[in-house]
């Protein structure tokens, strides 16, 4: 088994709080509590690479080399983060001449880093490292008869990994099956929401998100899941602003796949940041007849 | 109807910019555009941008240096590298969209009245400080540097979401080891001129 060490970024630590609240208790049911990284600095996210792209490498270089001395791969939540520190670590591993003055200087500052190890998402450690047997046998709520649109996002899937295919993966559908819960076919599953811009542009984030909501809820899904901070809020967060520009109520919850997990490990509810939903959650507990784990 | 002058002679183009941008992002494969138009065609913004990318990338090709760096379109990539995916060609779309960012910001011709842009510079400002970002002074620093104080009261309704739900901070967030940061990020700067 890799190990592997916990780098949160900075939305679980603000606006994607309750990822964080439901991944922590979902990995330490496991028996694999994640330790965070100590004085890890921010990915740079899409901005970074915007304004200067050695320094975007050199910032993501500084965080691998804090895991590395403690030989541990990157485990990272959020898609930004991850897609970033992912494509910065093949660049630092590529021999490109910038990438060697990088990683000088980042010896120079004691944070050498030797390209040993790899960036990861928790879901691929959920069901490629762990596997969904291990999984189902820790389930004790099944989430029977829950209809769940799964949302990947972009930046998970595509291009610097081979996680899933980059169009329909169905990585976290198995996961969300292992738990009980009833994937839909959701053909948006990779369609943008929009990333920085959703939040930034009103108009892109009202759209986009009508487009994603929509078909969700053809699909009869209950609720979405997300993988990543930004998808969880722009899918929310607009959601009064679709409903009154469309005239058509496509509200729906907006859920992290770790809080289904830990309702289905039997973690009280209380303790998985479903209090952080903007969106009411009434009609899901009804839905789920035990009212929602125990 | 007004008749406007749209021609662009060859003069004022430049023939040169493709070099720039294939060697920057590093993308040899640029070479090999066939124009099918896949990029344009998945891309979830297209809607919105001035050029779509087929088109920036064939200016790219022809020089129209200018009017690519202008565009609005670097900056409306969500950076989903769909485009990049579907390729036939292999051409690395959205890492091009950075380096033309990129590019853009360095001459200043960036679309200065547009919230991308700002967003980008003040979260580089932010974290090249802190080696931390903060979503609500990110936000709030962005719309200083706009000069917008009407833009963010249509997010008053999200803030107060936000905020009822606990997920609005009001603290910066910074590194401890912040000299170290400081010094990789000169370092990386004096070296990678």
């Known amino acids: 088994m890799r ?95 910038k990438a060697k003055k990088i990683l000088n200087d980042l010896k120079s500052v004691d944070a050498e880093y030797k390209g040993s190890i790899d960036v990861v998402h928790p879901l691929e450690v959920l069901v490629k490292d762990i596997g969904l047997d291990k999984i189902r046998e820790l389930v004790q709520t099944k989430l029977t008869g829950l209809k769940v649109a799964c949302y990947y996002g972009c930046q ?90 469309y005239k058509d109520d496509v509200r729906i919850p907006i859920l992290y796949f770790t809080q289904l997990m830990g309702l289905a490990f039997g973690i009280p509810k209380e303790d998985l940041g479903f209090n952080r939903s903007v969106i009411s959650l009434d009609k899901m507990w009804a839905k789920l007849s035990n009212g929602g784990g125990k | ?61 022809h020089g129209f240096k200018n009017e690519v760096l202008k565009s609005f379109t670097p900056w409306l990539c969500a950076s989903c590298y769909n485009c990049q995916v579907k390729c036939p060609s292999n051409i690395k779309i959205t890492d091009i969209m950075y380096t033309l960012k990129r590019e853009a910001i360095d001459a200043n011709v960036y679309p200065k009245k547009f919230p991308i842009p700002a967003l980008a510079q003040e979260m580089h400002k932010i974290i090249a400080k802190n080696g931390r970002s903060s979503e609500l002074w990110l936000v709030l620093q962005m719309y200083l540097k706009l000069k917008d104080p009407i833009s963010p009261l249509k997010y008053t309704s999200t803030g107060i979401n936000l905020m009822k739900t606990g ?27």
Request: net charge neutral; aromatic share 8%; charged share 25%.
């Open chain 2, 167 to 193: 997920r609005l901070s009001l603290k910066k967030e910074k590194i401890k080891n912040r000299k170290q940061f400081h010094a990789l990020l000169k370092a990386v700067s004096e070296d990678t001129k």
């Open chain 2, 1 to 61: 109807m007004e008749i406007q002058d749209k021609v662009i002679f060859e003069g004022e183009l430049d023939p040169g910019f493709v070099n720039t941008i294939r060697d920057k992002s590093f993308s040899e494969e640029i070479d090999k555009c066939i124009q099918c138009g896949t990029c344009s065609s998945s891309c979830p913004m297209v809607s919105y941008m001035d050029y779509p990318p087929r088109k920036i990338i064939g200016m790219i090709k």
């Open chain 1, 3 to 97: 190990d592997f060490i916990y780098y949160p970024g900075c939305s679980l630590k603000a606006g994607g709080k309750h990822y964080e609240e439901s991944l922590l208790p979902v990995f330490k049911a496991i028996g694999m509590p994640l330790e965070e990284m100590d004085d890890w600095n921010c990915c740079g996210a899409t901005a970074y690479f915007s304004v200067d792209e050695f320094m975007a490498a050199a910032i993501c270089g500084r965080n691998l080399s804090i895991a590395e001395k403690e030989k541990k791969n990157v485990l990272a939540p959020c898609a930004g983060c991850f897609l970033t520190m992912k494509k910065s670590n093949t660049f630092l591993k590529s021999g490109h001449e």
């Open chain 1, 156 to 245: 998970v899937v595509r291009p610097y990994t081979d996680l899933d295919d980059p169009d329909y993966p169905t990585i976290m559908d198995d996961l969300m099956a292992a738990i009980g819960a009833e994937p839909v076919d959701y053909a948006a599953k990779t369609r943008c929401c929009g990333g920085s811009l959703g939040g930034t542009i009103e108009k892109v984030g009202v759209d986009l998100n009508y487009v994603l909501l929509k078909e969700a809820k053809k699909k009869g899904a209950d609720v979405i899941v997300t993988l990543c901070p930004l998808c969880q809020f722009n899918l929310e967060l607009p959601q009064s602003k679709v409903v009154a520009k």
